[in-house]
């Protein structure tokens, strides 16, 4: 498991009572990401920081950044996650798809809330209600590249390779996106969270958003052999058309 490292362990900044001022650079970034998974924390810093180093990272840097409204938490993804992270995207999609649920994938948006002070990346992320779908394929209707055009996801995924050193709870439920699929990579372990109305996460057996419960996850997901994705693929819709197509008509 890879360790978690500060800012001030790889690059020159201020006391730690005292927000960075300045923005660091593309190479100052990946100096102090160099392990995949590490989570580089920056604390204490205000929504215009965050902000604006979001809007300064060029897309497909690979490059993760997320914001809990006080502390800022950057990492680059390993191979390992990036595949995981994709297994669980799919899974998603083809389950949907077999049942003829509605969605829309948002894959890994950076959904940045100046509202609420928060910014996120989810591994995947995914809309299934319906005025969601509709506001979603509005903006993309306008060809809208605006993020404040498109509504919150209702399910995001979370790979953990790493265990994160930020509120990430927080961020989605300040988001409220209604259900948070969570993969812990230590323990090997699924966990379905839904948000309640006191806004706080709590386990759940069976998903909301499609008929699944998080040891079939885990077992399709982490347990099947995945090494040929257009053959484990067949299988999990196989497996989608006999076991969940019955279960979603009851």
């Known amino acids: ?12 900044s201020p006391p730690a009572d005292v927000p960075p001022r300045s923005i660091p650079s593309l190479d100052e970034l990946f100096a102090m990401t160099t392990e995949p998974d590490e989570r580089v924390l920056i604390h204490d810093v205000d929504w215009a920081f965050y902000e604006q180093l979001v809007d300064s990272i060029p897309e497909g840097a690979n490059l993760h950044v997320d914001y809990d409204g006080k502390d800022l938490e950057i990492m680059t993804l390993s191979p390992l996650h990036d595949g995981e992270k994709k297994l ?9 798809q077999e049942l003829a649920i509605p969605y829309k994938s948002a894959g890994q948006t950076t959904w940045k809330r100046p509202e609420v002070a928060r910014g996120l990346e ?11 779908l509709a506001a979603v394929a509005a903006a993309k209707g306008r060809r809208s590249k605006k993020i404040a055009d498109y509504p919150n996801p209702d399910l995001g995924i979370e790979v953990d390779i790493s265990p994160s050193k930020i509120d990430r709870p927080g961020i989605y439920a300040a988001l ?21 109305e006191d806004g706080t996460y709590r386990p759940i057996e069976v998903s909301t958003l499609v008929p699944v419960r998080a040891e079939e ?21 196989a497996w989608a058309r006999a076991e969940l197509a019955p279960r979603l008509a009851r």
């Open 1 to 12: 498991m890879s360790s978690v490292t500060t800012v001030a362990s790889v690059m020159p």
């Open 88 to 96: 669980f995207g799919q899974f998603v999609e083809a389950v949907a």
């Open 122 to 132: 989810s591994d995947e992320s995914h809309f299934f209600r319906v005025e969601k």
């Open 176 to 196: 409220r996106v209604a259900e948070v699929w969570r993969f812990d990579g230590e323990s090997q372990q699924v966990v379905i969270e839904h948000l309640g």
């Open 217 to 237: 996850i885990r077992r399709c997901v982490v347990e099947e052999d995945s090494r040929d994705e257009s053959a484990w693929g067949r299988r999990l819709r």
